[in-house]
Structure formats: C-alpha cells, structure tokens
C-alpha cells in the first residue's frame, strides 16, 4: 500500500536498542521510528523481539533486563527515566493495547469507571466530568455511551467489546504514541476488522503514531504504511508491504510470505468412510439473568437444532463469529454440557476415549509440576487396570515422535518447550487415546504463521495417516481453507450453510458465508504472480 507522507518530527525514535534479561540478548541494536499518523507495523515469529521492543518502550521490562540505546518519545528521552517519570507518561504521552484485553481491564470496576479513571490519573476532574468525558471517549470507539452499558463489568462484554473499551482507555487522553500488541488476534474475522478500522480511524484522526506488532502479514498489507521485519532480536528487513512482497530478498521475510498464504494442506479426503461423529437437532439454551421480578427471563438458545457428522480420516471445519454458538456445541459434543435436545452419538464408544480435545491455550490444560511423559500418559494412570509402565513409556514415546518431538522430551516439564512444542505435546496427549475423534478449539490462533504452518501440516500428515476424525473449531477462515476437506458455517446458534470446503469458499451461498469472507484480509500476490 501507498502511505501518507510525513513531514513532521518522530513520534517515537529508537536508536540501537539493546536489551538482556538475566544475561541473555533479547533485542540487538534495534533501530526504527514511528511518525505521526502514522501506522508501523512489526512482524516476526514468537520470541523475534516484537512485544519486549514494545515493553521497553513502555518502560515495563522486567526487573532483570539491561537497557542500552536510545529511547526518545516527542523529542523527550525516555531513556534513563524513573519508573516514577514513565508511570505519568504511560497513559498520557504513550498508551498501549495488549492482545487479551480481560487480563488487562480489571473485572471489578465498571467501564465507565475504568475509562473514567485513566482520564482522571492525568487531569483534574471531579467524577462527573469524567464520565461524561468517558462517554464520548467510549462513543469514539463505537460503543454505547447509555448508562447502562456504562453500568457493566468487563465479564458481560463481548471480546471485540472489551477490545474496543481497552482502546478507549489507552487513547483516553490523546497520547502521541499507540502501541497496540496483536490486539485482534483472539477476535472473529469480523470483529477483527472493525477494531483494526478503529485504530487505523484513530490513527490518522488524531495524527497519533501507531507501532502495530502482529503475525499476520495480510493485516499489515491492509493497514501498515512501512514494516519492520524482526528475527532473533534483530531487524532483518523494512519497507512498505508492496516492497516487501515484490523486492525482499530476506530469506526469513520470504519464509513469513509464504507461511502467510497457507496453501491447502489436504484436499479430496475420502467422505464415504464410516462415521465417527454424528451430532443430531442438538438445541443447548442457558438462563439469562432476571432483571424483573415480573418477567421471566427468555432463554438464551446458544446451540439451535443442530447437526454435522464427522467421518473417519476426515478434517470438518466449524467457523463463525464469536457468539455463534461454536463453543457451545463444542462443549455438547465434548459432554460438558448436556443438550436440552438432540444427541451426541460416536463410533468410537468402544474405546478408551473415544473423543479428545485440543484447545487454544495447551499451557492452561497442563500441569506445570509434572514431566511431559505423565501428562501425556494421563490418560492411562485413569483406567481401572492400568497399562504396564513400559508399554506406557513406549506408547508416549512413540506419540512424541509421530508429533514431530523426541523421545527423550518426555523427561522435560512444559515450561521448557516453546509455544509450538507445547501444541504439539497436547496433540500427542489426544493422540495416545487413540480416539475416533479430536476436537481442536482454536488451536492455531495464537501461534505465529510460521509455527501455525507447521502445525496445519503435522494435522494433515496425521488426518491421512490414521482413521481418526479431526473437528476444528476456528474464527480464520484462511486456517479453515487450508486444513477442513467438508466445512459448516455457524450463525446465531444455527448451520446456515454447509459443503465441500472449496464450494463453499470459492461460491458461497449465504450472505453471512460472504460477509466472512469479505471481512478476512487476504495478502495480495506479488507482482508478476
């Protein structure tokens, strides 16, 4: 894309950024700056250096990091500074969105509260006034500014609205500088593009400098004016997306590039095998609160008369907004919870385990004290008559090394491995069960393209090589494309249509179908391509 021109002084120049933590490089001379108005974006994989350049900036690096370089934000140095001195910048001169905004707003004050209370960190004003501030502030980042959405706890948001309420906070008194750190990674496609067309209206609204770090090159191909490339801590590659895409002869840059366009993974898998999932007119609806002693409260029907059917070596994508109801049929078919209608019916009664799950966050599902080898083999130390403890040993390490791991990781705790290990690990403890089927959950989100890539292609090699059925649950449609031989599409708790992955992508019949599509950003070729 063609930027804007800039003319004036930095918003943000750093200049040789060096930082160690416990004694380790962490960022190696990171030079770069951000104008205003302007939108910069910063890419790498995991652990490339992108978010510790934001902390640094921020001024929120841990205790045991060195600092060397410049920092210089509006011509004042940062570098040196108190933690007392960043704390009144923080807020005022820089703000800065994180990607799950429920860590970062706090569950017990109300939003108008919160938005009101970063107004008044930096200015003297009595309650009302900063409310009445907060309400436009909230208006701004289109959301109602009507009491009782003021009333609200974070919890009673949905997550694009939580997103947009932390925006509010961080742009609450105009700073120069935004950092917003994959602020839409864990949001729907639609979602996702409303909040990205916030701060990008914000941006050059307010003439405020934007350091927008991400994975996802075809956002910044939609958004950013210039790029910065990260690896290992350092910058390898800059440029607009259109000098990126058609002259980088970085090898990491073409690798992102090509990680990013997920071409399909498996197509034209066999649908006539037997069926190991059958999920048939399940209803799921949940109480709503009362708030009238005189009206009842209408259910919420989260989960409306639905049905698929998964069949044996073959991947089904279930995809939809946040909302639709994925989650909730996810939970019916896992038995978390009970339909008020319908059934649940799998081959694989038979089995140990006949379905397993795979979620977005392994880490949460481990238990950090125990080794990879238990974790993996809990599933055994369960049954009435455990397995010998040598085959037990043989069967993890033969899971580890069908996941791409060694046997020997089975002596590591979770800790040591890096994000993409880690989903391999939670693959491996599904896999052992040898179920009918594998439920994922989101389970590619919040890795990096180049992980996401590998792990798409361990999924398919897997999917071909044995009889087990894969359900992936997502909100990328690109991931969908890539990996699901049959797709269903989920809207207001129903399937509202259903197909081959590629009829159903390459002509679409409903318009909530083409209003996903339309919404999910695509990486434009290169030239000449």
């Known amino acids: 894309m063609i930027g804007p021109t800039f003319s004036a002084a930095p918003v943000l120049e750093i200049d040789a950024l060096s930082v160690s933590v416990a004694g380790r490089p962490i960022l190696r001379e990171v030079s770069l700056t951000v104008m205003p108005g302007e939108i910069l974006g910063v890419v790498g994989a995991s652990g490339s250096g992108k978010t510790m350049t934001a902390l640094a900036v921020m001024g929120l690096l841990p205790p045991q990091a060195t600092l060397s370089g410049r920092l210089v934000l509006n011509g004042e140095l940062l570098t040196g500074k108190t933690a007392r001195d960043m704390q009144r910048l923080r807020g005022k001169a820089m703000g800065m969105v994180f990607q799950e905004p429920m860590t970062a707003l706090n569950p017990l004050m109300r939003i108008g509260e919160q938005v009101g209370e970063a107004l008044r960190i930096h200015a003297p004003l009595s309650r009302d006034a900063a409310r009445g501030a907060a309400r ?11 009491e009782e ?3 609200r706890l974070p919890h009673e948001l949905s997550g694009g609205q939580r997103q947009r309420v932390a925006i509010a906070i961080a742009v609450a008194n105009s700073p120069p500088l935004l950092i917003a750190d994959e602020p839409t990674t864990a949001l729907d496609v639609i979602t996702q593009s409303q909040v990205l067309g916030l701060l990008s209206r914000l941006a050059r609204s307010r003439r405020m400098g934007l350091m927008l770090i991400t994975h996802d090159l075809a956002v910044m ?4 004016d210039r790029v910065v490339v990260m690896e290992s801590g350092l910058i390898v590659d800059r440029g607009s997306m259109v000098e990126l895409l058609n002259d980088s002869n ?6 992102l590039l090509r990680a990013s366009r997920l071409t399909p993974k498996r197509v034209g898998a066999d649908a006539s095998g ?6 048939t007119d399940v209803v799921r609806e949940y109480r709503r609160p009362r708030r009238s002693w005189t009206h009842a409260p209408v259910p919420l029907r989260a989960v409306d008369h639905v049905s698929l059917t998964v069949n044996a070596g073959e991947t089904v994508g279930l995809v939809g907004e946040s909302g639709s109801g994925k989650t909730s049929l996810l939970r019916v078919i896992l038995h978390l919870d009970r339909p008020q209608q319908g059934a649940i019916s799998l081959s694989g009664h038979a089995r140990s385990r006949p379905i ?4 977005q966050d392994p880490y949460g599902s481990f238990d950090p004290r125990w080794r990879v080898g238990r974790l993996i083999a809990e599933s055994f130390h369960s049954m009435k008559a455990p397995a010998d403890p040598s085959e037990i040993r043989r069967r993890v390490g033969g899971v580890l090394r069908q996941v791409g791991l060694s046997a020997e990781d089975a002596q590591r705790f979770p800790h040591e491995f890096s994000g993409g290990q880690r989903q391999r690990i939670a693959i491996a403890r599904a896999l052992i069960a040898e179920p009918a089927v594998i439920a994922f959950d989101e389970a590619v989100s919040a890795l990096d393209v180049l992980i996401r890539d590998q792990i798409l292609e361990l999924l398919a090699q897997l999917a071909a090589q044995s ?9 990328d449609l690109h991931v969908i494309r890539a990996i699901a031989d049959r797709v269903y599409v989920m809207q207001s708790g129903r399937i509202v249509e259903e197909g081959m992955t590629e009829a159903v992508f390459g002509s679409p019949q409903h318009a909530y179908t083409r209003a ?3 919404a999910t950003p695509t990486l434009p070729p290169a030239a000449g391509a």
């Open 467 to 475: 009889e087990v059925g894969l359900l992936f649950v997502s909100h």
């Open 356 to 359: 397993q799950a795979v979620f």
């Open 136 to 146: 436009a502030v909230l208006d701004q980042a289109g959301l109602p500014d009507e």
């Open 274 to 279: 037997p069926q190991v999932l059958q999920v």
């Open 250 to 255: 970085v090898p990491y840059t073409r690798a």
């Open 516 to 518: 996903l599509l339309a």
């Open 221 to 224: 191909a939609q958004l950013a």
């Open 149 to 151: 959405f003021l009333q």
